[in-house]
């Protein structure tokens, strides 16, 4: 069991983000000797505090406070607690330690009201369904998953190595939704489909095991301090496992090994290549303060187990949803029954909002991908794989960026047609005023806010989906510059 605890100290991460040039700085002062190249950087934190103490000091004393939060304390109680733990004398308390205010709150869904359980609505089905913690995401048409400004307090922190800071920032984002967003778009219109649809299977089902073992098993982030977290957009959801981790080796590994079964390349290039996206990615989340090592260890466990399950058996699941006659019926109703289902949290996360959109962006690839095969648009293969790849010419590498920069502009248009077209229609089902939703205000329960956002992304993300695998491969085909298809998709 040490080895698990270890694993999961904060000051283990600390340490991780002392030794790649991360520091914290209070009163103008750095914890550490200063090196001789620093970038200062003010950001936020929703645990920090005060002090001049060291950083093993005030983990001590943030744990200290929070084994009391279930006792009923007033402001001034709390403020003589931490005094207490820190001994302080009587003069220097009002200017060497302040109490973050957010440990003297609890998660409360904004918005929410005395009626949230109450009502005959919220004894319906619904209810049942949904759970009396409903865990889903904050209704807010914005989709703004970070803290208000009353929630955090700045933390002063110094950057020692410029490398180490841009490239775990830029890692961290092939795990965010820019980044498949325009990862999934750009294969799909000029690389693979056959690929980017079994692909995105993968991707769906583990990110979506992934964050609901996050709701089941409730492991908190690493407590700040003493870890300083650089990207605080995220840490409202629980930590373990590290659903970075887990998409950062499930991504690369599935292309690479997908890959390799159609066409003749280099595994040990590509190998490499997975290597470096998958540490780079695992490392960022230490970097960032985001995770602990054992949530990124157990991420790193949990996906290679998922691996071995669904690759062996991605391709019956291809030919399944491209050539049975009741593909799309399951395909939607299984996908509608991950939303329904997914496991309801004691507070408030934005992981059921962002699994929806995920759960969504699959059920419309799937729907796209069975209507191009219906369609005749892909066709069983001629000769058997590995193909040889062809290398794009000039004219070609022209015809992938207009393609790129245009299906691009589609999907922008779709995403804020579908979400306006969808929002509405549940809120005339509901009986809801679109206004209390956007504005947080009125009577709207936390279950009427939930459906809203769980509808809404839902259907947006079908049709987003479906555009990248059908609706903008058709229109590049009208239009004469569609992608050659050198080789059977399917």
Known sequence: MDIFERL???????????????????????????????IATTHTNDNSTSTNCTLLDRYLQQQQLKSTQNKTLTLDEKQQQIENISGLEPRHRSNQLTVPEVDCKTHIRQGSTASDTSGEWGKSWMGSL???????????????????????????????NRLWYHLFFFATSLGGEL???????????????????????????????GQAMKDVLKVPRPSAPPVIRLDPRWQLEYGLPSTHAMVG?????????LSLERYQLDWMVGLAIALVWCACVCFSRLYLGMHSVLDVLCGLLLVSILLCVLLPWVDVLDHLTLTHPASPALSITLTLAMVVCYPATDRWT???????????????SLL??????????????????????????LNMVGLTLLRTILGLVVIVAVKAIFKSLSFATICALLQVRAEDYVNKTGTLTSRHRLVVELFYKFITYIAIGFTVVYTAPMAFRLIGIERPTFYTEV
Not at 184 to 208: E, P
Request: proline letters at 7%.
């Open 350 to 364: 934005p992981a059921r909002g962002d699994t929806t959109v995920i759960v969504g962006v699959g059920c419309g």
């Open 249 to 257: 080796a499930a991504m690369p590994f599935s292309v690479l090994i």
């Open 368 to 393: 796209g991908s069975w209507l191009n095969y219906q369609t005749g648009v892909i066709r069983e293969p001629s000769l058997p794989p590995p193909y040889t790849i062809i290398w794009p010419s």
């Open 130 to 160: 949904l759970g009396e913690n409903t865990g889903g995401t904050e209704g807010s048409m914005e989709e703004d998953n970070t803290l208000s400004e009353s929630d955090v307090e700045e933390v002063s922190y110094t950057i020692h």
């Open 8 to 38: 999961r100290d904060p000051c283990l991460v600390a340490d991780i983000q002392h030794y790649f040039g991360v520091r914290r700085k209070e009163d103008g002062k750095s914890y550490y000797p200063p090196d001789d190249e620093t």
């Open 179 to 209: 980044f498949y967003s325009v990862f999934f778009c750009f294969w799909a219109w000029n690389i693979d489909g056959a690929v980017l649809r079994r692909v995105i299977v993968i991707w769906m089902i583990t990110m979506y095991i």
